[in-house]
């Protein structure tokens, strides 16, 4: 039965009661339901309890007059019509009312056709602007996202939801194009037919996909509809959209599970079944078919589950069926299976109600031949202990932790050596209590990174138990287990990869500081050089002979020291890129220790520094370069020389220690302090004295190394501060046949 409408109610306000008698008959005759009240104040109480469609509205009443209650209802947003009833014809009074909010300015006396079809057209303006206002809330409200666009696509409209949806606010898009929704993954044609659809006066429906402010992605549901003007030519399009980007993920989600689960099946060697709560079979995969015999044909023609077991099986098989459809666990049954042509064979059946809506709507199981279970399980026992024996053989500490808590689940024993801590130790332990205090609170983020994936290999700094600080690069791969997910890390000791980094580096500082130091050692002799010889070739006439023989004797001097920093450098060069060839030779280090002495006793005079040579009284041989032999004897005494002051000693001496000989040059001069000491044999190092120039490239120790480790031989320093230095070197003698 339809409900009958609503007769609509019209409040007659006026304090003539001939006035609201006459104007109550007319609503009346109309059909309408008629309220009169006598002055604005009940006006107003009317309003606020009850319902009002129109308001015929007197403008002199006692109290509240008509613009009074006219102002009212208009800022306390009432939306009846108002029609202004007042006997002066003043104009611009009427016009005062209309620009108030009144609907219309009516006259005394009352014209009842005037009124009659005021009336009516109030209500009807009234009722339709009463649907607007619905329809706009409704709009305004609606979860769905509303567009509406002019015939080019520009946005006249769009609601909150829109702004939600998309990221845009209203003032953004309004005017814009609603390309600006596009993502770039559809092609033109696909708009191309849209816009094909809806200008040809049909109804479009579809899915976007589409792009919010952000960036993101995400997809609608759309409907668009041509809206005509009243000329029936379109005049703008309504689009009503809904983000079905969580929906359509859960249903591919859902596809993408029925179609694995459907691809899985048909890859396990087993056969995979479901029923329904008749018993009838209505899914097996590929081995089920291959395996019982059975087609898909019987399978659409439908077949009893009872059918593929032996017939002394079927009452135990309908009993457990019956506990299965009531919700009883799951658990294995062995069974006698029977094919379609008869033959029978052992299985473990594993079956579990399928649940749709809260209802179990049949079984779904698998069925394990029990020869084939035996033999998977053997090969999965032998995987896992060959995966546990790979997994503890791994050179590298290795970890698996919890991917939601950090909490370290797994280890190696390379792990246990590593860090030093137990396995119940572990067990209890955060793999942010591997890091050092200083790291612990950016620990969590390093984690969060591992398990994001957001970083690949990272180098951090990690504590032993002992309390050892270790530099590590720590890999990490992210996997996923039957409950949980985890990350497993893999810590590499790089501490000797950062050592000699640390090394690389110091050495390209040494070299740059012995590029620079064998700059100046060059330009020193050379600008002496070219001055003195410049002097001589200008005032050579003007030059005494005793002042030319000083200075050819500098220039010489000059040249000398020129020519020992150049074959330092090459020695060293040579030595570096392994182009130097000793040429051994059986030979006594006796004279080659006294030729070297005796060319460094003038250089010892000179500086009033005794040189006391003292060798062993038998011959010694030894299979040496002779040349690189006594570059060592004069690089070793040519250095006590120069760091022994005035009055001091040098002693040299040779001696048989068992199957070595022992060459032995020791001063009493500066001595080297502690902290150089372990240096000193370096490439490029050189001894730094507080207000003393440094001398020398710091090469002829490095020399003197190369040169004695390359005969099989040993060199080592003992010196201290003040009391001189001792350098000892060690170099097997020659014996015939050896």
């Known amino acids: 039965m339809q409900a009958s409408p609503r007769k609509a109610t019209v409040l007659i306000a006026d304090d003539d009661p001939a006035m609201r008698r006459l104007m109550a008959g ?45 102002e009212y209802l208009v ?30 300015y009516l006259t005394k006396p009352i014209d009842n056709t005037r009124l009659e079809i005021t009336l009516k057209n109030a209500l009807s303006e009234s009722d339709l602007k009463h649907r607007v206002r619905l329809l706009g809330a409704a709009m305004e409200q609606s979860p769905l996202a509303i567009a509406i666009t002019d015939t080019r696509g520009s946005i006249e409209y769009v609601n909150p939801s829109f702004s939600r949806n998309t990221g845009y606010s209203r003032d953004e898009v309004l005017g814009e194009n609603v390309n600006i929704l596009k993502s770039g993954e559809h092609p033109d044609s696909f708009y191309r037919e849209l816009w094909e659809t809806i200008t040809g006066g049909e109804v479009w429906q579809g899915e976007f996909h589409n792009k919010k402010k952000s960036g993101e992605l995400y997809w609608e549901q759309a409907i668009i509809s041509p809206v005509r003007n009243n000329a029936r030519v379109i005049s703008s399009f309504l689009a009503l959209k809904e983000d079905i980007t969580e929906a359509k993920r859960d249903r591919e989600a859902l596809a993408e599970s029925v179609q694995r689960f459907r691809e899985l099946a048909d890859l396990l060697p087993q056969p995979v079944f479901e029923t329904d709560n008749r018993g009838r079979v209505t899914y097996s995969n590929r081995a089920g078919f291959d395996i019982f015999g059975y087609t898909p044909k019987d399978l659409q023609e439908g077949f009893d589950a009872l059918q593929i077991f032996a017939p002394e099986e079927r009452r135990r098989v309908r009993e457990n069926i019956a506990r299965r459809l009531d919700g009883g666990q799951s ?112 620990a969590p983020e390093y984690f969060r990174n591992f398990v994001t994936m957001k970083s690949g290999a990272v180098q951090a700094s990690i504590i032993t138990r002992n309390g050892f600080l270790v530099d590590v690069d720590i890999s990490s791969a992210l996997f996923d287990t039957a409950r ?28 740059n500081d012995f590029i620079s130091n064998v700059s100046h050692e060059l330009r020193s002799p050379l600008f002496s050089i070219l001055g003195f010889s410049s002097t001589l070739l200008r005032d050579r006439n003007e030059l005494d002979s005793g002042t030319i023989d000083e200075f050819l004797g ?69 299979r040496a370069d002779a040349d690189a032999l006594k570059q060592v004897v004069i690089n070793l005494v040519e250095n006590a020389i120069k760091f022994t002051p005035p009055g001091g000693q040098v002693y040299v001496s040779l001696v048989r220690e068992r199957d070595l000989m022992l060459l032995t040059v020791r001063d009493t001069g500066l001595g080297i302090p502690k902290k150089d000491l372990e240096k000193i044999f370096e490439k490029f190092y050189r001894v730094e004295r507080a207000g003393e120039e440094t001398e020398g490239t710091g090469l002829g120790l490095p020399i003197v190394r190369e040169i004695v480790n390359a005969h099989g031989g040993s060199v080592e320093a003992r010196c201290s501060v003040g009391a001189g230095a001792t350098f000892r070197v060690r170099m097997p003698l020659f014996t015939e046949g050896a």
């Open 331 to 442: 658990a294995a049954t062995e069974l006698t299976a029977r094919k379609k042509d008869g033959a029978q064979f052992p299985v473990l059946v594993y079956s579990a109600p399928i649940v749709r809506k809260g209802k179990i709507s049949g079984l779904r199981g698998i069925i394990l031949d029990i020869t084939q279970q035996k033999a998977v399980e053997r090969s999965l026992r032998d995987n896992q202990e060959k995966y546990r024996n790979l997994f503890q053989s791994i050179p590298d500490a290795i970890i698996v932790a919890d991917a939601e808590t950090g909490k370290i689940v797994e280890w190696n024993k390379t792990a246990l050596s590593f860090f030093g801590y137990s396995g119940d130790e572990f067990s209890a332990m955060n793999v942010s209590d591997l890091y050092p205090d200083e790291l612990r609170n950016e």
């Open 554 to 622: 500098i220039i010489h001097e000059e040249s000398t020291r020129l020519a020992s920093l150049i074959e330092d450098v090459l020695t060293i060069s040579r030595i570096d890129s392994g182009k130097t060839v000793f040429k051994k030779e059986p030979l006594d280090p006796a004279d080659i220790i006294e030729s070297a002495c005796k060319s460094l006793k003038l250089r010892a005079d000179e500086k009033r520094v005794g040189l006391t040579l003292n060798l062993y009284e038998n011959s010694l041989t030894v």
């Open 484 to 511: 949980t997910r985890r990350v497993l890390l893999i810590f590499r000791d790089i501490s000797e990869q950062k050592m000699s980094e640390q090394l690389i580096r110091e050495n390209i500082r040494l070299k």
């Open 26 to 70: 007319i609503v009346s005759r109309l059909g309408y339901l008629e309220v009169t009240v006598a002055d604005g104040d009940a006006v107003v109480r009317h309003v606020a309890g009850s319902s009002c469609d129109v308001l015929l509205l007197d403008l002199s009443m006692p109290g509240k007059g008509g613009l009074e209650v006219l």
């Open 75 to 104: 800022d306390n947003d009432y939306h009846f019509p108002v029609i202004m009833i007042s006997g002066s014809g003043d104009i611009e009074q009427a016009v005062h009312c209309i620009k108030l909010g009144a609907y219309e």
